[in-house]
């Protein structure tokens, strides 16, 4: 669902997409936001979107678990060799922002078994609006809300809501049920974001990538194509 207020998702074009041996690395995008907002989800539809094109792996966090790991071995999306978790054992924001190096490890790991990568998915535990990835972790960030958790949510802001690179309200089918304002979030979300860019999106009973996570993967896409220029 593209609301006619949502700025282009326009890429960036990073200058640090090669080792220091010369060879390129995987671009590496971050997924956060609230607990049950749909980061797993959304994760596990640009796999299916993008894995007939794009060579992609994906690192997990979760505080005791690997149960999203678990979730998206289930699912097929990718073979069992390109998901792998990083169980932070504290706030899932520490492992993102603070301590990344089980985050770049994992991320390295990858790259070496099953490389070259062309994008690696990191998808943070759930954690608040305050939490972003660091810039020693990821090249971008998405931060996922969802309309159940109140249409005051892009008026709050918050870093994650605020600054992330692309900002995906989800879960818009239960704007009805649960008395949400997708106008009034698409508004507070153009004030807080300043032209960056948002996308509200419904994952429940997509036939196809159109309609669903489909804009997301057009972004990510951009990114991939920005990144190896």
């Not at 949502?6 to 671009?27: E, F, I, K, N, Y």
């Not at 989800?41 to 678990?70: F, G, K, M, P």
């Not at 008395?179 to 948002?198: E, F, I, K």
């Not at 196809?208 to 993967?217: D, I, N, P, Q, W």
């Amino acid at each position: 669902m593209h609301l006619d207020h949502a700025h282009p998702l326009t890429p960036a074009v990073s200058a640090d997409s090669h080792r220091p041996d010369g060879s390129r690395r995987a671009l590496r995008i971050g997924l956060g936001g609230p607990v049950g907002s749909g980061k797993t989800a959304t994760v596990a539809a640009l796999c299916r979107a993008l894995r007939q094109e794009l060579s992609l792996a994906v690192v997990t966090n979760d505080i005791y678990t690997r149960e999203d790991a678990e979730f998206l071995l289930r699912e097929a999306v990718l073979p069992p060799e390109r998901i792998t978790a990083v169980e932070t054992g504290a706030c899932p924001h520490t492992a993102i922002r603070d301590d990344i190096s089980a985050n770049l490890e994992a991320v390295e790991e990858l790259e070496e078994k099953v490389g070259p990568v062309d994008l690696i998915l990191v998808e943070s535990g759930g954690d608040n609006l305050t939490a972003t990835f660091s810039k020693g972790l990821v090249d971008a960030q998405i931060f996922v809300i969802d309309v159940a958790g109140g249409d005051d949510i892009p008026r709050k802001g918050g870093p994650g809501v605020t600054t992330a690179d692309l900002l995906v309200v989800n879960k818009t089918d239960l704007a009805p049920h649960v008395g949400s304002d997708l106008a009034r979030m698409a508004a507070d979300a153009d004030t807080q974001r300043a032209g960056l860019p948002v996308v509200f999106q419904s994952l429940r009973g997509d036939g196809g990538e159109r309609g669903g996570v489909g804009e997301v993967a057009d972004w990510v896409r951009a990114r991939v194509a920005a990144w190896v220029v």
